[in-house]
């Protein structure tokens, strides 16, 4: 039974940095692709940024060099920094694992994914 578990989210101000970790059991991260997304109030749940099993990160282009996502296989965390955040970055992150592996579609969204953790609040002011 996998289980995604995501920590370090809460309130910074604009122009902050957070670092998001998501624990992961049940299964190995590096077996598959994983990515960090987030909903906003009232909008669609969007992509932050992915990285295939074989290590190949993407990132959404909001995202302008501002964050990094990373993977400690041994620890099985995938962690997400965000660096230089600003307002509209205010959003639940989400930790999510996909169906593929190193398919180009691990970069393609959120229905690629099949398992989620339960999201971390997000808020820049």
């Known amino acids: 039974h996998v289980q995604l578990v995501e920590s370090g989210g809460g309130s910074v101000q604009v122009g902050g940095s957070l670092r998001l970790s998501c624990v992961v059991s049940g299964d190995t991260i590096g077996r598959y692709c994983m990515g960090w997304f987030r909903q906003g109030p009232g909008q669609e749940r969007e992509r932050v940024a992915t990285?295939?099993?074989?290590?190949?990160?993407n990132y959404a282009e909001f995202v302008a060099g501002r964050f990094t996502i990373s993977r400690d296989i041994a620890k099985n965390t995938l962690d997400l920094q965000m660096n230089n955040l600003r307002s509209d970055d205010t959003a639940v992150y989400y930790c999510?694992?996909?169906?593929?592996?190193?398919?180009?579609?691990?970069?393609?969204?959120?229905?690629?994914?099949?398992?989620w953790g339960q999201g971390t609040q997000v808020t820049v002011s």
């Open positions: 999510a694992r996909s169906i593929y592996a190193n398919s180009p579609k691990c970069h393609s969204g959120a229905r690629a994914m099949n398992f």
């Open positions: 990285v295939k099993s074989d290590g190949e990160t």
